[in-house]
């Protein structure tokens, strides 16, 4: 064994990104396979390829690929027959041009090639819901608005492109999601039956000669023709969740209903043969969203929440109906935690629900008959993913810490934890994970997880890194690949990350203390906790530096102007002058509704640029439409305006990413990102001399 084979993957970026991952877990029908998506990084390094995987969920065997194609494959569901279906853009062998769209596919359970199901001009996004007693499938794909079908969307979409038109028409708001531009298209929910997909030795719509090159091919008429549910969807980037009733008749969805600036989810059934729709549920200033329908059909389980104001946060409210709306009634009304994710138990008796809850994220029961809500899972991890093997009763999940990558369990009915096999083998971690808590001056309990490297102790005490998470709605509590402390844990750092008021997980009422008042008590927390990890004898109180992304860049900078305590601040996609910010982002109507014009204006970290002194590196990409790049480059020009020195030099960094959107996800980008931190870091924290990133120029 070599001394290189020996060195943690978390020491070198560049072994970093290339450890496999995984991405989701799909459960079929029987509970006898679990599909997983695995990420691996492609061989020149600059993204990311996905493949199928079978793994056997009772832990016998060795995992199968399924899949191998350079577009990758994702959106993994399965039929009620126990086909694999998922989205992918790799070649149609079945037309002789290759079309980048992305398109269903279908993997018999059988055994066999995977084949299209769909030839839609401007491909598919999604596998939205699957019925369990029939092969019913709905879809999510983009139609342009003035398309009169699927055949009209494909002469149009390549008129713009034999144009090079990009032009959007924009006649509602909003114009842009997180960091896509919406428009010209509109997201479809479409229904397809597979019982009518036909084996043919040739496609009937084959693309021969030079007519294709000016009219695109009609749509194929030996592929099952996908049925649009929603013909006049309006300008909503997603809906708020669907479920199909077990035989497929039904669609339960939660569809936008648009309100000048914003809008609200009502519950809507859409009646899959005639695409009639039917309200179920909706109310004024509420959303119905996330529904479930059981096991038998018969009801429909989802979320209400009532719009917050700047007076309060609302609670995010457990319901359930009779599958046609009526007998709607709220479950679990003392339990104070959010779901985030829901789905019926084998017998339809409870809802197993997933939720922030003390810093992890376990799996409970929720009681369809209103008794006490059940806690499944007791160990320090968070839960996603989860499906229900009807035939025992046992869960299959995926299952991470920030320790512990994610990778799938079952979870028997008393709560047991068993690991199942996966492809991605979970990588040695260089560190340690301990909680630290203390008590606010308002004396709430605070908390946080605290990493501590090998070797920290008293006589070799560990500089401290206080990372603040987004959101802010939020909590640290789940493994992340693109946000990951154990990169500064291997480099000798201890990770301080805490969930200061607003996190979730700790109840309605934390979340009320930072309401309207961001820097108020999230950063007396944050202060505090700060506080409790540096009495620590493992930790070097003279060696401390803060970072954060979105919220957590919000607080970076409220830090930065109100303390002097640290060495270093590194401030991500962070949000910087409310006043500029509430009207640029991609949802200014959320964002004004939950300030009050006094709590908007007292919460702007822009206030206090005169007496920011510590060193910062602000870090921005240009795609970002949620807190869009105008926060940084203002934050930029007043540091210079109130900071520079005569010759306009500046020890403060601005790290600008023109392609990358609020994350930063390529994966040479993310390595570049690092090296800047972790270079700013040492500069600051262990006064080395500045190493400029090689990439970077």
């Not at 979409?157 to 990009?166: G, L, P, T, Y």
């Not at 301080?496 to 979730?504: C, G, H, I």
């Not at 506080?531 to 109180?541: Q, T």
């Not at 640029?584 to 014009?597: A, L």
Request: glycine share 8%; aromatic share 8%; net charge negative.
């Amino acid at each position: 064994m070599t001394l290189e084979s020996l060195v943690s993957p978390f020491s070198r970026l560049d072994a970093y990104i290339a450890l496999p991952r995984v991405e989701g877990l799909a459960l079929s029908p029987n509970g006898r396979q679990a599909i997983l998506t695995i990420a691996t990084l492609a061989q020149d390094g600059t993204s990311y390829e996905r493949a199928l995987w079978s793994v056997a969920t009772d832990g016998s065997g060795r995992p199968v690929r399924l899949t191998r194609s350079a577009k990758g494959e994702s959106g993994v569901a399965f039929t009620g027959s126990g086909d694999v279906l998922f989205v992918s853009a790799r070649p149609d062998p079945s037309v002789d041009k290759a079309d980048e769209a992305a398109q269903l596919w279908l993997l018999p359970s059988g055994g066999g090639e995977a084949r299209a199901v769909t030839r839609l001009a401007g491909g598919v996004s999604t596998v939205a819901a699957t019925a369990t007693a029939c092969d019913t499938v709905v879809i999510t794909a983009d139609i342009l608005v003035s398309a009169p079908d699927l055949d009209g969307d494909a002469v149009r979409r390549k008129e713009r492109k034999d144009k090079k038109v990009a032009a959007i028409l924009h006649e509602t708001y909003p114009v842009r999601y997180w960091d896509q531009d919406l428009g010209p298209a509109e997201p479809h929910l479409f229904a397809l039956d597979l019982t009518s997909l036909q084996e043919t030795v040739a496609s009937s719509s084959r693309e021969d000669g030079d007519t294709t090159a000016a009219v695109p091919a009609p749509y194929p008429i030996d592929l099952p023709r996908p049925h649009d549910l929603t013909p006049q969807p309006g300008r909503t980037a997603e809906t708020g969740g669907q479920a199909l009733t077990p035989d497929g008749r039904t669609l339960v969805a939660s569809l936008r209903v648009q309100e000048q600036r914003s809008g609200r989810y009502v519950l809507v059934a859409i009646d899959v043969a005639t695409g009639a729709h039917t309200v179920l549920l909706a109310e004024d200033r509420v959303d119905v969203e996330s529904p479930v329908v059981s096991r038998d059909g018969r009801h429909v389980a989802f979320v209400r929440s009532a719009f917050s104001t700047p007076a309060a946060p609302t609670d995010q409210e457990i319901w359930i109906a009779d599958i046609d709306g009526a007998n709607a009634r709220r479950l679990a009304a003392a339990w104070d935690r959010w779901p985030t994710s829901m789905t019926f138990d084998a017998d339809d008796a409870a809802l197993i629900v997933t939720a922030d809850d003390n810093g992890r994220g376990p799996v409970f029961r929720v009681p369809v008959d209103g008794s006490a809500v059940e806690q499944i899972t007791t160990d320090d991890f968070s839960y996603s993913n989860v499906g229900v093997d009807v035939a025992t009763g046992d869960l299959v999940a995926l299952r991470s810490s920030w320790i512990t990558p994610a990778h799938p369990v079952r979870i028997s009915r008393s709560g047991s934890v068993t690991s199942l096999p996966t492809p991605a083998s979970l990588p040695d971690i260089p560190g340690t994970m301990t909680e630290v808590e203390t008590l606010a001056e308002d004396g709430s309990r605070v908390r946080a997880w605290l990493l501590l490297p090998e070797g920290a102790s008293a006589a070799q005490p560990a500089p401290l890194l206080l990372w603040i998470h987004g959101g802010p709605l939020n909590s640290w509590n789940a493994w992340s690949w693109r946000w990951s402390p154990v990169l500064a844990v291997a480099r000798g750092y201890a990770v301080l990350l805490p969930d200061p008021a607003l996190s979730t997980g700790y109840g309605l009422d934390f979340i009320a203390r930072g309401w309207d008042s961001w820097g108020a008590k999230p950063y007396t927390d944050l202060m505090a906790i700060t506080d409790a990890a540096e009495g620590r004898a493992d930790i070097d109180a003279t060696k401390t530096a803060a970072m954060g992304g979105s919220f957590g860049g919000y607080m970076a900078n409220w830090v930065a102007g109100h303390t002097d305590r640290f060495r270093a601040i590194i401030s991500h996609a962070s949000l910087w002058a409310l006043d500029q910010f509430n009207g640029t982002t991609d949802n200014s109507q959320y964002w004004q509704s939950i300030f009050s014009p006094q709590g908007m204006l007292d919460s702007s970290p822009h206030h206090s640029v005169r007496e920011i002194v510590t060193p910062m590196l602000v870090i921005h990409g240009d795609h970002d439409y949620r807190v869009p790049i105008g926060e940084s480059l203002r934050l930029w020009s007043e540091l210079a305006e109130h900071h520079a020195r005569p010759d306009g030099s500046t020890h403060h960094k601005f790290l600008y990413f023109p392609d990358e959107n609020h994350w930063v996800l390529k994966p040479q980008h993310a390595v570049v990102w690092y090296e800047t931190v972790f270079a700013f870091l040492d500069e600051h924290v262990h006064e080395a001399k500045w190493r400029r990133p090689r990439l970077l120029g």
